[in-house]
Antibody
Framework: EVQLVESGGGLVQSGGSLRLSCAAS????????MSWVRQAPGKGLEWVAN????????YYVDSVKGRFTISRDNAKNLLYLQMNGLRAEDTAVYYC???????????????????WGQGTLVTVSS | SYELTQPPSVSVSPGQTARITCSGD??????AYWYQQKPGQAPVLVIY???ERPSGIPERFSASSSGTTVMLTISGVQAEDEADYYC??????????FGGGTKLTVL
């Protein structure tokens, strides 16, 4: 059974840092792109960042570029999101999600985010 | 970055057909994906690659694409379908974007 379990959320002051973790199990973690998606209280989904299978390609939404860093440890089946310079607007539930699909050479094809964790709440106080 | 636009809300009676649209320039070149999210739960993928349905998703969920607009259709809506629905697509730079979400109310 595929499982994604996030941890590391909590209350932090504006300007502070947090590192989120996502423990993956039930599938070959190193074979999939992985994403972080957040949802502010009462708001919609916002994609935050993703990382390629080998960790060499990473993409970010503009609002977190230079502040957040996505990484992974394929030996430990762990996905991370290092969040620095946190702002009140970063307050949200953060989900990790598996991107189903495959890559052929330099081209990657997605079948959507087929598994999600239950999320971890990050609250940034101003 | 670009935007995907959805209506904030759609209401239907049980047994009727619900249609939720999503529009955005990138949809003309990129696939669309649809997610269902119930209160307090993580999103669930209900449609991928414009119109494909993952295993386990009921046949009443379908979708279509035309130019810069995609549509999620739920036929014979049931009370359990009441949820927020989000469209998603990618842009050419490798990033993803979600629509603002549509709250489906089953009257």
């Amino acid at each position: 059974e595929v499982q994604l379990v996030e941890s590391g959320g909590g209350l932090v002051q504006s300007g502070g840092s947090l590192r989120l973790s996502c423990a993956a199990s039930g599938f070959t973690f190193s074979s999939y792109w992985m994403s972080w998606v957040r949802q502010a209280p009462g708001k919609g989904l916002e994609w935050v960042a993703n990382i390629k299978q080998d960790g060499n390609d990473k993409y970010y939404v503009d609002s977190v570029k230079g502040r957040f860093t996505i990484s992974r440890d394929n030996a430990k089946n762990l996905l991370y999101l290092q969040m620095n310079g946190l702002r009140a607007e970063d307050t949200a539930v953060y989900y990790c999600a598996r991107e189903n699909g495959y890559c052929s050479g330099d081209n990657c094809y997605s079948w959507g985010f087929d598994y999600w964790g239950q999320g971890t709440l990050v609250t940034v106080s101003s | 970055s670009y935007e995907l636009t959805q209506p904030p809300s759609v209401s239907v009676s049980p047994g009727q057909t619900a249609r939720i649209t999503c529009s955005g320039d990138a949809l003309a070149k990129q696939y669309a994906y649809w997610y269902q999210q119930k209160p307090g739960q993580a999103p669930v993928l209900v449609i991928y690659k414009d119109s494909e349905r993952p295993s386990g998703i009921p046949e009443r969920f379908s979708a279509s694409s035309s130019g810069t607009t995609v549509m999620l259709t739920i036929s014979g809506v049931q009370a359990e379908d009441e949820a927020d629905y989000y469209c998603q697509s990618a842009d050419s730079s490798g990033t993803w974007v979600f629509g603002g979400g549509t709250k489906l109310t089953v009257l």
